[in-house]
């Protein structure tokens, strides 16, 4: 018997992706038989999710539409929540309003992050070296190196991070998560979080597993932190919650 497949596509940001786990489990819920692929921008985020049969990156699908749809049962997901009445009215939260569009049950699913052995034991690099560790998170966007490096109308204020960065640490080991050509605030270590870098999405946000603060912006990492069910406290700039 040939297999049948649910195909979910979604395109925008690391922390949309991140939501959309809780849609890609609602899918998988709603059609248990049919085989769960993905194709997305960031496809670390779904790698390791055992519901998932198979993850593609956009533009790297050769072959895609003869293995998966022509002539296949297959079900396409991919219709945009963020362009939808409820969404913009604000009637809904995000993945119940995702859920109706795709005509699936929604039942209370929520975002997932799991991290693999090998993620999990590159995390123990953050230790605090005998402190607590807090992870502050400044400045957001567009991840390249010619990106503006503070232009985004959600970055925390230069000021107010060093104020918290002055705050803590002498009693905590804190990470400022920024840009390669952001503001780096003194007193804190640097993580960038950039395209060009080594470090990996999923090691990025394993630094969430050691953290004891977490101070956000409107961004990536507290959806990442919502995922593992650690308590954030978010700074709202240009954007509302």
């Known amino acids: 018997m040939s297999s049948k497949y649910s195909i979910f596509h979604l395109q925008g940001g690391i922390g949309k992706h991140v939501a959309a786990t809780a849609v890609a489990r609602a ?130 204020p230069e000021d107010i991070a060093q104020e918290i960065v002055n705050h803590y640490q002498k009693d905590y080991q804190i990470y400022q998560i920024t840009k390669l050509n952001s503001p780096k605030l003194k007193g804190a270590s640097h993580v960038f979080a950039t395209q060009q870098q080594s470090l990996t999405l999923m090691e990025l946000f394993s630094i969430l597993l050691h953290a004891k603060k977490r101070v956000f912006i409107d961004s990536c990492m507290q959806h990442a932190a919502a995922a593992l069910k650690k308590p954030s406290t978010v700074l709202w700039n240009g954007t509302s919650p």
């Not at 085989?35 to 985020?45: E, G, Q, R, T």
């Not at 396409?76 to 119940?96: A, D, G, S, V, W």
């Open 27 to 156: 899918i998988k819920n709603n059609h248990p038989d049919r085989k769960l692929i993905v194709v997305c921008a960031y496809p670390d985020i779904f790698i390791n999710l055992d519901f998932v049969h198979r993850v593609f990156t956009l533009g790297n699908t050769s072959y895609f539409y003869q293995n998966y749809v022509q002539d296949k049962d297959s079900i396409l997901f991919h219709h945009e929540p963020y362009y939808t009445t409820n969404h913009i009215h604000k009637r809904k939260k995000l993945i119940e309003n995702w859920c109706e569009m795709y005509n699936i049950k929604y039942s209370g699913e929520t975002p997932i992050i799991k991290f693999n052995k090998l993620q999990f034991d590159l995390s123990k690099r953050y230790w605090g070296g005998g402190k607590p560790i807090m992870v502050l998170h400044t400045n957001g966007g567009m991840m390249t190196t010619d990106a503006k490096p503070y232009a985004w109308t959600r970055d925390m």
